[in-house]
């Protein structure tokens, strides 16, 4: 196939346009780098089967030449309100990303009878009220917050894609995705895996924001690209979560991380500091995603964490 990836730069969207090109697919990278970072695709450059359009998906998109799937990334993701990489600093433009953006390949896949995947996320469900999050639960969201710019911009993401398909018959799919982590990050994007690794590598205690309590699911990005691969070949058209099952507090996490790096430094508490809507427990239920695609992860947690540590010991050694 011959695939448009929006968000290529990204930290998934790179490792997706590395997957589909060892799959043998033709890859059009798109991005603007506004939270893109161009090194994730530097080792692409002159590969034969690979092309890049610098370009705001917000505006019209045109590419030239047959397109047999369209898979939108494209989106700030970070909820750190410090993060320049963050959707809290760049609100507009994540909406836009969310609604315009989506029109807008939505309308490329309808024009060239193209498969359309959408990437949307475990945000959708807010600070959710059902645990573990199934796809069936429509979520706990606050319409007029902070986080809603990125919330309700993936929740009107799915809801037009549906609309395409049911009224246009546009091919679609949607992923809904849990906190992922690996090589690629950007390294102070203010989330659990990047603040904690960063820390921990310099050093540093760690720094534990309320009273560690809180629970998240972290999945490693290659299982995550071979879910998403799946989903992309199969013919689902309903929500997928796509995310590892496996639960684990943040303080827990926290001690974690500092025995795989050696830290002697410990921890700090801020509790003070979680970010307004932090859902207190995520959780994704994978049911479907094993049913329908056959799909679970298979890297645990402390086995990711040290494929993740070299790329970021490199990245701080760079800054």
């Given at each position: 196939?011959?695939?448009?990836?929006?968000?290529?730069?990204g930290f998934l969207g790179s490792h997706l346009c590395d997957r589909l090109l060892a799959e043998g697919h033709e890859v059009v990278g798109m991005d603007n780098f506004i939270t893109g970072d161009p090194r994730?695709?530097?080792?692409?450059?002159g590969y034969p089967s690979f092309l890049f359009i610098r370009h705001d998906v917000s505006n019209f998109i045109f590419v030239p030449g047959k397109l047999n799937a369209v898979i939108h990334f494209a989106s700030p993701a970070s909820p750190n309100p410090i993060s320049p990489y963050g959707y809290l600093n760049l609100p507009i433009q994540?909406?836009?990303?969310?609604?315009?953006?989506?029109?807008n390949t939505l309308g490329i896949s309808r024009d060239r009878g193209?498969?359309?995947?959408?990437a949307s996320t475990s945000e959708i469900y807010g600070d959710p009220e059902v645990h573990p999050q199934k796809e069936?639960?429509?979520?706990?969201?606050?319409?007029?917050?902070?986080?809603?710019?990125?919330d309700e911009a993936k929740?009107?993401?799915?809801?037009?894609t549906m609309a395409y398909h049911r009224f246009h018959g546009v091919d679609t799919r949607i992923i809904r995705i849990f906190n992922t982590?690996?090589?690629r990050m950007h390294i102070d994007d203010g989330r659990a895996v990047p603040n904690f690794l960063q820390q921990s590598l310099k050093g540093q205690p760690l720094t534990v924001y309320g009273d560690g309590s809180q629970t998240r699911s972290f999945c490693y990005v290659d299982d995550l690209i071979e879910g998403i691969y799946r989903l992309l070949l199969s013919d689902y058209h309903e929500p997928v979560n796509i995310g590892n099952p496996d639960e684990i507090t943040i303080l827990e996490f926290a001690r974690t991380i500092n025995e795989l790096t050696g830290n002697q430094a410990g921890l700090v508490f801020n509790p003070d500091q979680r970010g307004v809507g932090d859902p207190q427990r995520r959780q994704p239920d994978i049911s479907r995603a094993r049913k329908v695609l056959g799909w679970e992860p298979k890297i645990n947690l402390r086995d990711g964490i040290m494929k993740t540590?070299?790329?970021?010991?490199?990245?701080?050694?760079?800054a």
């Open positions: 196939m011959r695939i448009l990836v929006t968000g290529a730069a994730n695709l530097a080792h692409l450059s994540t909406m836009k990303a969310g609604a315009l953006g989506t029109h193209a498969r359309f995947l959408l069936s639960y429509w979520g706990h969201v606050d319409p007029i917050g902070p986080r809603s710019v990125y929740r009107f993401a799915e809801a037009l982590y690996g090589p540590i070299p790329y970021f010991k490199e990245r701080l050694e760079l």
